[in-house]
């Protein structure tokens, strides 16, 4: 079992910068890809960043250049560091623990992010 916790989410105005991060329990935090989800009031989840165990870390569009996601193994965290925030980032951003069917799949219980003035 890995369990995974949000911290970080809050109220910000547009323009401005949060910076979730994720901490997961166990001892194979490494071996796992780290995902961050949102989803907002009557939208789908969304895949947001990803970084894979030994791999690029990848982005959906409308956050390229704006959000950066990294890990650190050694504390078994991950991060979202969100910039130039919009109004339409709000939601809850859910971080998740992909393992594949050998390690399995874990989500945390989401953080709210809200932009607004």
């Known amino acids: 079992q890995v369990q995974l916790v949000e911290s970080g989410g809050g109220l910000v105005q547009p323009g401005g910068s949060l910076r979730l991060s994720c901490a997961a329990s166990?001892?194979?935090?490494?071996?796992?890809?780290m995902n961050w989800y949102r989803q907002a009031p009557g939208k789908q989840r969304e895949l947001v960043a990803g970084?894979?165990?030994?791999?690029?870390?990848n982005y959906t569009d409308s956050v390229k250049g704006r959000f950066t996601i990294s890990r650190d193994n050694a504390k078994n965290t991950v991060y979202l560091q969100m910039n130039s925030l919009k109004p339409e980032d709000t939601a809850i951003y859910y971080c998740?623990?992909?393992?594949?069917?050998?390690?399995?799949?874990?989500w945390g219980e989401g953080t709210q992010v809200t932009v607004s003035s």
């Open positions: 970084i894979p165990r030994g791999g690029r870390p």
């Open positions: 998740n623990a992909y393992g594949g069917l050998e390690y399995g799949d874990y």
């Open positions: 166990g001892s194979i935090f490494r071996l796992y890809n």
